[in-house]
Nanobody, 118 residues
Framework: QVQLVESGGGLVQAGGSLRLSCSAS????????MAWDRQAPGKQRELVAS???????NYADFAKGRFTVARVYLKNTLYLQMNSLNPEDTGAYYC????????????WGRGTMVTVSS
């Protein structure tokens, strides 16, 4: 089955770190671009970081210097390392695979919740 499954979310104190994982099927891990997005309650979903199949990474301004995205093809896994977390980082984090050939076109995971206490 073609799917994305996130894990690694939880509750962490401000200043702490978390590493999120996205387990992807073999057809999705090789996508041209994969990304992490997040959504806080009452706010719009926003891009956190993306990475191309040439390992070029792009980060939202709030993530620069704190977050790192990486793709390990042999493990079929996309990672997001998050350091120096603050309460504004609280939200649901989603794995995203856009630009997929076929009738669906793109895939989203169901999300993993990150809560940062002050």
């Amino acid at each position: 089955q073609v799917q994305l499954v996130e894990s690694g979310g939880g509750l962490v104190q401000a200043g702490g770190s978390l590493r999120l994982s996205c387990s992807a099927s073999g057809t999705l891990i090789g996508a041209k671009t994969m990304a992490w997005d997040r959504q806080a309650p009452g706010k719009q979903r926003e891009l956190v970081a993306s990475i191309t199949n040439s390992d070029f990474a792009n980060y939202a301004d709030f993530a620069k210097g704190r977050f790192t995205v990486a793709r390990v093809y042999l493990k079929n896994t996309l990672y997001l390392q998050m350091n120096s977390l603050n309460p504004e980082d609280t939200g649901a984090y989603y794995c995203h695979a856009p630009f997929i050939a076929g009738p669906i076109g793109e895939y989203w995971g169901r999300g993993t919740m990150v809560t940062v206490s002050s």
